[in-house]
């Protein structure tokens, strides 16, 4: 893992066109390079370069793909992968041949669906009659048994069952169950075939039940049926996977490839190409280039020092363990160029503030417990789609259970009870009012430890954006920016001086000259940034009106001034939502083991702390883990995070990538 974001090279090549094909599928198989279109070549030399003009159309390679990943998805089948090894093996896909396989192929789906279809209507239908019988409901439905004078009983069985009724025999007896909705349409076949009634009770009594069998055998037959319908479709995708497999990789491979020689410019005998590459890389694509090309060709590397700094793209490298967390980051934004990698102080931040909020042993278990159970499940079911727990938040709970134990164990808290000793303080004794003793023994001491924590918060982010900035060689912005040096030592001024406040009981500030000269020497230093600005400017052949800048220093010496003032207050008392979220935590918790006492029965009692602990889970839980979330966006990345980054983007086998071109 990178602490910064990787150091880039870009590279230029120029190879022979014979052999661009095979160069740009060795660098798709390495995945380590962002191709950059060619386009700053002298104006008297644009004319001998030509863009590169595709072989066949890109939409109908893309179109056909999508057909085939269609199929696998219609026969729950998975996407082949493609490994590097079989790029040379795939070449020009043949889309008349492709077409034709999937035409037959989805003909033979039509037809299976059609059958499918008849076989649901009919599923419905017995579903609803059964439903009524089970619960007796005989105004919807109605149940007859009689005889026929025609002998056309091949005829009298068809137009039955186009009326939507079920016919069965019995003895010398037809049965019919129907649905009394469609009487209308029954009667009239009925007439036609000359229905007679039964009229004895036993026969009537004794037909029902055995209609009411035969009609729930006929409902397991039908579900059976739909099966063999699907397997039927899956067993046709199924005998062709092989075939559309090695289809679906050739366009898949094209497509890449295709993608990437739309950035190559061509001469009449070169190739010309120009993308990142991180400078780790460089030996290695060095050597790839040359081995394809039989070292015909010419290559050049430009330091990132050489380009503006917002053009490079951005690789960060964090360890496998934090991809939860480096998702958090990429939700917000890419890190600048060279600047600190966010994720592993995201890590550590986001599962301490969940840990203040949601401690507890048992309840931490059951989130890890969740978590783990289901990435699993998306593991053993890699085509399921994402529920309400993504795959994403499944591995998050993976973290963010143990971080809740370890709170647990540091205030005693076991599913709202105090079972073992906190190697901290008593959460719970010190909310209820119970605490003896101790360093924390009142709200108030839970209320210090958190703005304690989120001042420490505040810090980290500064001494992170301190870094970023010397590494930017932005000096002045270091010195006076109210996220710089100067807003650093008025901050801890200010904290200085409120600890101090309260610790006199309200009553007093320092009587010390460090804190004038610790808030007048800073503000004045922020003051100069006008005019220090303005020189810097004058410098470069930007000079202003001095009244202009008298203005322009005074408005934004106040406007700084108001921003660190109110800014760093509100962002340091925001952190006070992790103690409101514990405290409301514990106040749950116990308000639950109030309510389980009411009824004074041992298994209604442990009904409601189950109830109670499913609740505060879900509810607290969620609250804790958005809460957590803000507070590393607003509070946390405000002091160091900027955000403008571009995220680099190789072309690789797994690269995701758009049509038009």
């Known amino acids: 893992m990178n602490l910064f974001t990787k150091k880039m090279k870009m590279l230029t090549a120029v190879i022979p066109s014979d052999k661009s094909e095979y160069v740009v599928k060795a660098l798709i198989g390495r995945g380590v390079m962002e191709f950059v279109r060619v386009e700053d070549l002298?104006?008297?030399?644009?004319?001998?370069?030509?863009?590169?003009?595709?072989r066949i159309s890109i939409q109908s390679i893309a179109d056909m793909r999508a057909r085939i990943e269609s199929v696998f998805k219609q026969g729950n089948i998975q996407l082949p992968t493609i490994e590097v090894s079989d790029l040379e093996a795939y070449d020009r896909p043949d889309t008349g041949e492709v077409k034709r396989l999937l035409d037959a192929i989805a003909d033979t789906i039509s037809r299976e669906r059609e059958n499918q279809r008849l076989i649901n209507q009919k599923i419905n239908l017995v579903s609803e009659l059964v439903g009524y019988v089970d619960k007796k409901e005989e105004e919807y439905y109605q149940f007859r048994v009689g005889t026929i004078e025609k002998t056309n009983t091949s005829d009298f069985e068809e137009r039955i069952s186009s009326s939507g009724a079920f016919l069965f025999?019995?003895?010398?007896?037809?049965?019919?169950?129907?649905?009394?909705?469609?009487?209308?349409?029954?009667?009239?076949?009925?007439?036609?075939?000359?229905?007679?009634?039964?009229s004895k009770p036993e026969v009537q009594t004794k037909a029902f039940a055995k209609a009411i069998e035969l009609i729930k055998a006929k409902q397991?037959?039908?579900?059976?049926?739909?099966?063999?319908?699907?397997?039927?479709?899956?067993?046709?995708?199924?005998?062709?996977?092989?075939?559309?497999?090695?289809?679906?990789?050739?366009?898949?491979?094209?497509?890449?490839?295709?993608?990437?020689?739309?950035?190559?410019?061509?001469?009449?005998?070169?190739?010309?190409?120009?993308?990142?590459?991180?400078?780790?890389?460089?030996?290695?694509?060095?050597?790839?280039?040359?081995?394809?090309?039989?070292?015909k060709c010419i290559i050049e590397w430009t330091d990132d020092t050489a380009i503006d700094r917002s053009k490079v793209p951005v690789s960060v490298s964090s360890a496998k363990i934090l991809e939860p967390f480096e998702v958090i980051v990429d939700n917000y934004a890419t890190p600048e160029y060279g600047s600190i990698n966010p994720t592993p102080f995201v890590a550590i931040s986001y599962m301490a503030m969940f840990a203040l909020m949601f401690a507890d042993i048992g309840q931490g278990f059951i989130i890890f417990l969740i978590g783990l159970l289901g990435t699993l499940d998306y593991k053993k079911h890699p085509m399921k789609k994402d529920g309400l727990l993504s795959r994403y938040l499944c591995r998050l709970l993976m973290y963010l259970g143990p971080a809740s134990m370890f709170g647990g164990l540091l205030f005693g808290s076991t599913f709202g009870y105090s079972w073992i000793p906190a190697l901290w303080f008593n959460y719970h004794a010190v909310v209820n009012g119970h605490a003896e003793g101790g360093l924390i023994h009142d709200v108030y001491g839970i209320l210090g430890v958190t703005i304690k924590f989120g001042i420490i918060i505040i810090f980290t982010g500064l001494i992170l954006n301190w870094i970023n900035l010397i590494r930017k060689k932005r000096y002045l912005t270091l010195i006076f920016d109210k996220n710089g040096i100067m807003g650093g030592i008025l901050y801890a001024v200010?904290?200085?001086?409120?600890?101090?406040?309260?610790?006199?009981?309200?009553?007093?500030f320092p009587d010390s000259p460090l804190l004038v000269f610790g808030i007048a020497i800073p503000a004045f230093v922020i003051f100069l940034k006008g005019p220090v600005m303005a020189y810097v400017h004058a410098k470069q052949g930007h000079k202003e009106k001095l009244s202009q800048v008298i203005m322009d220093t005074i408005m934004e010496f106040l406007i700084d001034a108001l921003e660190i003032f109110s800014g760093f207050l509100s962002n340091t008392l925001s952190f006070m939502r992790v103690a409101g979220l514990g405290i409301a935590h514990v106040s749950l918790m116990t308000a639950f083991e109030d309510m389980s006492a009411i009824p004074g029965n041992p298994v209604a009692k442990v009904l409601i702390m189950i109830l109670g602990n499913v609740l505060v889970i879900a509810i607290e839980g969620l609250s804790a883990g958005i809460q957590a979330l803000r507070l590393n966006y607003y509070e946390f990345f405000n002091r160091y995070f900027t955000g403008r980054g571009i995220a680099f983007s190789p072309i690789s086998l797994k690269s995701r990538i758009s049509t038009d071109n």
């Open 42 to 54: 002298p104006e008297e030399n644009r004319k001998l370069v030509q863009k590169h003009q595709s």
């Open 169 to 198: 025999n019995y003895n010398d007896y037809y049965m019919i169950l129907s649905l009394k909705r469609d009487n209308s349409r029954l009667d009239g076949v009925l007439d036609r075939f000359v229905w007679t009634e039964c």
């Open 220 to 295: 397991k037959e039908l579900e059976s049926d739909k099966a063999a319908v699907q397997k039927k479709i899956t067993d046709s995708i199924l005998n062709k996977k092989e075939e559309l497999s090695g289809y679906w990789k050739s366009f898949r491979v094209f497509e890449l490839c295709e993608h990437v020689e739309n950035h190559f410019s061509h001469t009449k005998n070169t190739t010309l190409f120009s993308g990142w590459v991180p400078a780790e890389k460089e030996k290695e694509i060095e050597a790839i280039i040359n081995d394809e090309c039989d070292g």
């Open 494 to 508: 200010g904290i200085w001086a409120c600890f101090y406040f309260v610790g006199s009981g309200y009553k007093s």
